[in-house]
């Protein structure tokens, strides 16, 4: 795929949504991050009912480790995973306060360093939270690069590398949320919408769906 394609993607991607963002629902940096780590292997709907009850009452790092682990897990009992999510969010909390007078590092490496955090949830934080031109593949994005031919790669390492590489400049801060988007709600796992794909006739996947005739 040549530069000039990537740019009418990207450009058309904008034209739908200029100021993208994530569905996660958020204050702060802290919120973001906890939000982050709880979303791996869950749904956003299902993160943002459990944050909406919880961060009301607990929303900051001493907060949250005021709660324990067991008090946390009540609040998040409902998402995949919450037993070990819960542990990490405490160990977390406890080296936010220790090690970063309880504010949210904006180096990859010290976010990657906090439990349960790994370089996709740091690249998050570093974008949405903190304007960075990163880009976190998940598998919306892994999908989407490589069936549209955006950026090819068998890990998301590799993935992440070529967008990162190959991304025009002025769409670099909001290539992340176009892409997931986009992956989550018409280039689908199972089934791509491409009929009514913005960017199909860009697309070089191969094995395009096509509408159905129902007359």
């Known amino acids: 795929m040549n530069r000039e394609k990537r740019t ?3 450009a058309r991607l904008r034209a739908l949504d ?11 940096p802290f919120e973001l991050l906890v939000a982050v780590i709880l979303s791996a292997q869950a749904t956003d709907v299902g993160v943002n009912k459990a944050t909406k009850i919880l961060y009301p009452m607990a929303n900051t790092p001493q907060a949250i ?4 682990v067991n008090g ?13 999510k819960a542990e990490n ?31 996709k949830t740091a690249n998050v934080v570093l974008n949405t939270a903190f304007g960075e031109p990163t880009i976190a593949v998940d598998t919306h994005i892994f999908r989407v690069a490589n069936r549209t031919g955006l950026a090819k790669g068998k890990t998301p390492l590799e993935v992440e590398k070529g ?31 491409c009929p009514q794909c913005a960017i199909a006739d860009l697309c070089e996947y191969r094995h395009k769906t096509i509408a159905r005739d129902d007359t």
Request: aromatic share 8%.
């Open 8 to 10: 009418a993607i990207y």
């Open 18 to 28: 200029p100021h993208p963002t994530t569905e996660l629902g958020y204050s702060n």
């Open 65 to 68: 480790l005021d709660l324990g």
């Open 72 to 84: 946390l897990k009540k609040y998040i009992k409902t998402i995949g995973l919450y037993n070990t």
């Open 89 to 119: 969010i405490i160990k977390t909390c406890r080296l936010l306060l220790d090690k970063h007078g309880g504010e949210i590092p904006r180096t990859r490496d010290e976010l990657e360093a906090l439990p349960g955090v790994g370089r």
């Open 163 to 193: 967008l990162t590489k190959l991304t025009p400049r002025e769409f670099m801060l909001d290539a992340h949320h176009w892409l997931i988007l986009h992956g989550r709600y018409v280039c689908k796992a199972r089934k791509p919408e």
